[in-house]
């Protein structure tokens, strides 16, 4: 772990200026989104700014009653829920195969699904909007999800293979002289080996696919297929104009459980971010 | 309980030749051990028994039934590895239940079986831990355990005692026998310490370089190296390997002069004398040098002498003692030595 | 998921050699194992990058408004390489991107090389991540409503003296750029750190404290020895942020919607306004071919070359 002991020359008081100063940086627009959440209407735009707002939950009713809020979040979760799992069930066995078999090609499809992450959303965005628009499934949660599983599975693959190549291969032997088929050695000893390796790429995927917006935009336009961030985007009530304290309180519950996972997997998170080429 | 044959195996990953030409014939109920220098093909002749590599050339039999096509987990062996090779995520139970599970031993005989095998291994009280929680040598009873459990067989143990300090290594050295005859299972153990060999082996296979160097008793294989390189291999220390000429009945290198040999003659030879057969001398002796070293270990003291610039490896007398850089001749034991060709390293005498 | 595919009608029995069913499995099935675990999940990419890109292939080569195609040949790459908004989208994208990242890295490196060793770090950690786990749209949107519409940034300048009278931003090109740029350095750079300083902490010590042995100052210890070292690592980090960076869509539709005078415009902006917005959606598939011949450039000369050093 890192030395408390002064090393020569570095002095603590630049570091704690310098981290301190970020800490400040990262921190007091998140306050000030907390205060534009908790506001009344008539205090968001005015000729002055108001930096100390009277305290209001019109934002929270306003959510709550005049927004299907509870439909939105519904939509949210099963298209994000059902995208990690679609990812799951089929990065696992590639990324097993990528990282346990020997074969032609192999490293060619393993580059391949990572430049899948290269591509651009606006460059596929169109024929994906034909595609869907063709199969009926505008405007449906089963297309966002198929769409944040399609965007995720690169990065799923590469992390869970990142996980599985640590695991020694001994165990696969045993496991196999024990009279296990290769499938039942990937259930019974690699998934559970690698189990926060799983866990890290579905937060990291879930994050991914909360924070899509492009696709999103396109494939949800009725409140049928809203998400958060689209209800978030639609938040501009016609005549009211954009609906701010509403957004920002939004923002903040959605922010919630996220950072709450992401602070019990931190351990992992640094090679989750780069899908395993660094080891955290 | 299985006899396996092994005819003509080899293995090559492209260019790379790993094991060449291999015949071996294992009897039911023996203990074979590969014995050899690492990188020498010993693993991967265990691993094609056990058939985790397939042979790219030859066949393996067990039974009389070629093995080649079967999968690893279908030809009844149970492997012990150096790492242990413990599910981590089961317990000690759930892991010597796995093989048993895998095979649809039924439910009510699964924990008889279990419980057995642990006590066999002095293991009962730790069935409920995860791997994690146990020591070196506990993780490795519990991994010969989880290989005993349902009585495969073949045993195929590779370098299962390298990861133990050295008196752990010891016990677990006559557990492994102990258990070995008690369940009379056909078993092939791999290791490149050549004290496990001698001490555990019925045969020894020596292997270098991908090929096998010499197959036998330990005996055969410590009295009659066929080789340079088995009589290197062997030994503790090992054989001093003198080279030189054979000239007039007598072998000759810097320093060293040994008359009375009737082989070679004329020939470039290696000469082969093991330290135990080195005496010091007074007087006249085979070789002339000077004291490099001195190690008393109690109960006896190994002696190095340098003579040109060849160190000599003496077990000498626990009371001999010497000061660095002295004068020093030590004679051979006449009968005990061995000749073998420069070129080949093939065995003359 | 069970193994029902590869496992045998018999029974292997336990105990019993005699019993034994021994399965033989052809080398052929052995051979083709390894494709079928990976053919779904490449079948399934090959659905969202192949299908698109060869319906935008074939697309980009018609005229296409709301009837039927029309196929005009290559006039919409004609008219793409004259059109001065599709280069200026280029050019946005490129200095934007280019401006951003670099702030990005560099206070992401300082920030690592300062927190890594400190006793406090998993606090650092937590504390800078905080913005990234905001969803971008409503950072977008919090940071459109403080700067453009309640003028926040411009009054606090007023307060304390440095302007007088509001701050154009919204009008300023450049005003608009830092706008995008800032709202990304702030959410993002937590990304760039959280690597670097597990970059750093994976790094062997030893190595460190010979070099101060040999009488090494931190910061040459620093620049000479921990930021070679971390070289692979900070080729992949800024690889993925600089994928994320140069796609960059939410905030220039929220923020700028590509203003003024089009100078916040990105290439995928400009993609999703040439077809969402205009319905011109040959010429926008002329523009996505474009982007994705040199998004396969890219990805074979630059990524594959760091991906591959960094997992040595």
């Avoid at chain 1, 995720?152 to 296990?180: C, H």
């Avoid at chain 1, 690698?194 to 579905?202: D, K, R």
């Avoid at chain 3, 740029?181 to 190595?207: K, R, S």
Wanted: one cysteine or more.
């Amino acid at each position: 772990m890192a030395s408390v002991r002064r090393k020569k020359g570095e002095n603590l008081l630049v570091r704690y200026l310098i981290l301190g100063g970020w800490a400040l940086f990262c921190l007091v627009p998140v306050l000030w989104f907390l205060s534009i959440g908790l506001r009344p209407r008539t205090e968001i735009i005015t000729p002055q700014p108001i930096y100390w707002p009277t305290f209001s939950l019109d934002a929270w009713h306003m959510i709550w009653e005049d927004w299907p809020m509870w439909q939105y979040l519904r939509n949210s979760v099963l298209a994000i829920l059902g995208s990690v799992l679609i990812d799951l069930v089929l990065a696992i066995p590639a990324a097993y195969a990528l990282a346990r078999y020997e074969f032609r090609g192999r490293d060619d499809i393993a580059f391949y699904i990572l430049s899948t992450r290269m591509m651009a959303p606006a460059i596929v965005a169109i024929p994906i909007f034909f595609l869907f628009r063709n199969l009926g499934l505008l405007d449906t949660i089963w297309a966002l999800m198929l769409v944040y599983a399609a965007i995720n599975l690169s990065f799923v693959t590469w992390i869970i293979r990142s996980y599985m190549l640590d695991i020694p291969k001994e165990l696969e032997d045993a496991a196999r002289t024990d009279g296990a088929s290769d499938l039942r050695i990937l259930w019974e000893i690699i998934i559970p080996a690698i189990l926060p390796g799983i866990i890290t790429a579905a937060v990291i995927a879930m994050i991914f696919a909360i924070n899509e917006f492009l696709f999103t935009l396109l494939i949800a336009s009725t409140p049928d297929a809203y998400t958060m961030s689209m209800a978030l985007a639609n938040f501009t009530g016609g005549s009211d104009g954009v609906i701010y304290n509403a957004i920002a309180l939004v923002a903040f519950l959605a922010f919630l459980p996220v950072f709450l996972v992401v602070v019990a997997i931190q351990k992992h998170l640094s090679r989750g971010l780069t899908m395993g080429a660094v080891k955290g | 309980m299985a006899r396996i044959e092994l005819q003509n195996v080899e293995k090559r990953w492209g260019a790379v030749v790993g094991v060449r030409d291999v015949d071996l014939d294992i009897a039911d109920e023996e203990l074979v051990v590969f014995l050899g220098p690492s990188g020498c093909g010993k693993t991967t002749t265990m691993r094609m028994i056990a058939g985790l590599e397939d042979p790219s050339e030859g066949e393996i039999r067990m039974d009389g039934e070629v093995m080649n096509e079967v999968d690893a987990r279908d030809r009844d062996v149970a492997m012990v590895f150096q790492g242990y090779a413990l599910y981590p995520n089961m317990t000690i139970y759930e892991n010597i239940r796995f093989p048993l599970r895998m095979r649809d031993v039924p439910k009510a005989d699964q924990d008889r079986l279990i419980r057995e095998a642990a006590a066999m291994v002095e293991l009962e009280d730790y069935l409920d831990r995860k791997p994690g929680a146990l020591s070196g040598g506990q993780r490795q009873r519990a991994a010969l355990a989880r290989a005993i459990v349902r009585k495969p067989q073949v045993f195929l143990m590779d370098e299962p005692l390298s990861n133990l300090d050295a008196k752990l290594r010891q016990a677990m050295r006559v557990q492994i026998k102990h258990l070995q005859r008690q369940l009379r299972i056909t078993t092939v153990y791999v290791t490149h310490d050549q004290i496990e060999a001698m001490t555990l082996a019925d045969r020894i296979v020596v292997m270098a370089g991908g090929s096998i160097q010499q197959i036998g008793t330990p005996d055969q294989i410590y009295r009659d190296p066929a080789n340079t390189f088995v009589a290197g291999f062997i030994g503790s220390p090992p054989m001093n390997l003198i080279e030189g000429r054979v000239e007039g009945g007598t072998f000759s290198a810097p320093g060293i002069s040994v008359p009375g040999l009737s082989h070679a003659e004329g020939r470039a030879v290696t000469l082969g004398v093991r330290p135990e057969d080195c005496h010091v001398a007074e007087g006249a002796a085979h070789l002339t040098g000077h004291v490099y070293g001195i190690e008393p270990t109690g109960d006896m003291t190994y002696l190095t002498v340098k003579a040109g610039d060849k160190l000599i490896e003496v077990k000498a007398d626990r009371d001999f003692r010497a000061d660095l850089d002295t004068p020093q001749g030590v004679t051979f034991d006449m009968d005990r030595l061995y000749l073998f060709a420069g070129e080949s390293g093939e065995r003359i005498r | 998921m069970t193994d029902t595919p590869l496992r045998d009608v018999g029974p292997a029995a336990a105990a019993g050699p005699a019993s034994q069913i021994r399965r033989r499995r052809s080398r052929r099935m052995k051979a083709l194992f390894p494709y079928l675990l990976v053919a779904p999940a490449v079948i399934y990419l090959l659905g969202i990058t192949l299908y698109p890109g060869i319906y935008a292939i074939i697309q980009s080569f018609h005229a296409v408004k709301f009837g039927p195609w029309q196929p005009v040949g290559f006039d919409n790459y004609v008219r793409l390489m004259g059109d001065y908004q599709f280069w200026g989208a280029l050019w946005n994208t490129f200095v934007i991107g280019s401006i951003s990242l670099t702030l990005q890295c560099v206070l992401a490196l300082i920030l690592a090389f300062y927190a890594y060793r400190d006793p406090w770090v998993q606090g650092w950690r937590i504390v800078f991540l905080v913005p990234m786990l905001f969803m971008p749209s409503a950072v977008a949107f919090i940071y459109k409503l403080s700067f453009l519409d309640a003028r926040v940034f411009s009054d606090l300048l007023q307060r304390i003296g440095l302007i007088d009278g509001n701050l154009a931003i919204q009008s300023s090109v450049w005003g608009s750029r830092a706008l995008l740029i800032l709202a990304d350095v702030w959410q993002w750079t937590p990304f760039l750190f959280i690597i670097f300083v597990a970059a750093l902490q994976g790094q062997d010590e030893e190595v460190e404290e010979a070099a101060r042995l040999d009488g090494a100052s931190w910061f040459s210890i620093f620049w000479n020895i921990s930021l070679p070292l971390m070289k692979p690592v900070i080729a992949v980090a800024l690889i993925l942020r600089g994928i994320d960076i140069t796609t960059m869509f939410t905030n220039v539709f929220i923020i700028t919607k590509g203003g003024p005078a089009f100078g916040t415009e990105t290439i995928s902006y400009f993609i999703y306004r040439t077809g969402f917005k205009f319905f011109n959606f040959g010429y926008a598939s002329a523009a996505s071919v474009v982007m994705l011949i040199l998004t396969i450039i890219i990805a074979q000369v630059v990524v594959k070359r760091a991906f591959v050093s960094a997992r040595n």
